[in-house]
Each structure stands twice: as C-alpha cells, then as structure tokens.
C-alpha cells in the first residue's frame, strides 16, 4: 500500500513549463504510476503512464511536451510540461496500479489529493 502526494503546480504562462513531482510512502518498483487530471465540469483523464519497465505512454493530447518519468529509489514520480497551454489547466493526480498497466482508471487503487496547474496570461 502506498500514499501518494503530489507537488510543483502553480501558475504558468502559456508556452511555459512546470515540473510536477509525486512522493510515495513505499516502494513504488511494482506498481504502475500515472498521471491524471481533471479540469471543472469535465471527466477525469489520464495524461500519461509508466510502466515498472520505464516504458511510456503518453496520451495523444501531450505528446512531444508532456514527459512522464520515476525514479523509484526516491520513490518518486515526475511529470514535465512543457508547451503549456490554457487547455491544460486542470487539476492533477498523481495515481498507482500494482503491477501491470491498464487503460481502465477504477484499476488505480491508490490517489493522491492533486495539485493545480492553472496556465494564464
């Protein structure tokens, strides 16, 4: 079981960039992490996952500017935007899913409270 909180949102111009960073309790070497995010009055969705093995998957909305990657010594999962948009603005969470990774979200058992991500000029 692991607890998950999440960091580095804030506010951002357009075309600029934020890290995001999320810090789990315990070991995260065999779960598969994601990134969601939620904007008001709409679903929530995911942005991009990564597996035990590193592999990526980024959805299509974020590719060639999202960059989602772990490192699980430190426990930690990171999210880098860049190119950021008005559209992106929502607020995200950080999820886990032992073992393998699915495309379904009620598979990611393990949330974390979010941090928002506003982009405004």
């Known amino acids: 079981q692991v607890q998950l909180v999440e960091s580095g949102g804030g506010l951002a111009q357009p075309g600029g960039s934020l890290r995001l960073s999320c810090a789990a309790s315990g070991d995260i070497g065999s779960y598969c992490m994601a990134w969601f995010r939620q904007a008001p009055g709409k679903e929530r969705e995911e942005v991009a996952q990564?597996?035990?093995?590193?592999?990526?998957h980024p959805a299509d909305f974020v590719k060639g500017r999202f960059t989602i990657s772990r490192d699980n010594a430190k426990n930690t999962l990171y999210l880098q935007m860049d190119s950021l948009n008005t559209e992106d603005t929502a607020m995200y969470y950080c999820a886990a899913e032992f073992g393998i990774c699915t495309t379904r979200i009620e598979d990611f058992g393990y949330w974390g409270q979010g941090t928002q991500v506003t982009v405004s000029s």
């Open positions: 990564i597996d035990t093995d590193g592999r990526t």
